[in-house]
């Protein structure tokens, strides 16, 4: 199983895969919509021979079988105020 991976033109390091090429005729209108314009970035074999970096290649597959795409958004910023009260000492 191959997946095509695209990139989004709104959003920084949120990507789209798909199936097949330019097939996003399973993907909801309002998803592309906020998504923008996708800009290609890699085809990519499932089958275990690459790693990928920030999304679970089960749950990819999974969630290309059933709904015929996946969205993987960026980590939530990290919140070094919430890092610093939990590294200060107790009162």
């Known amino acids: 199983m191959f997946c095509v991976i695209y990139r989004s033109s709104k959003r920084d390091q949120t990507y789209l895969y798909v199936e097949k ?6 993907v909801p209108e309002e998803l592309m919509k906020g998504f923008g314009v996708p800009q290609l970035a890699m085809l990519l074999p499932l089958d275990g021979s690459k790693k990928l970096a920030s999304a679970d290649i089960e749950k990819v597959k999974q969630a290309l079988k059933d709904e015929g795409y996946y969205l993987q958004l960026p980590p939530p910023p990290e919140s070094l105020l919430k890092m610093h009260l939990e590294n200060s000492p107790k009162k």
């Open 21 to 26: 090429k330019d097939d996003f005729s399973r």
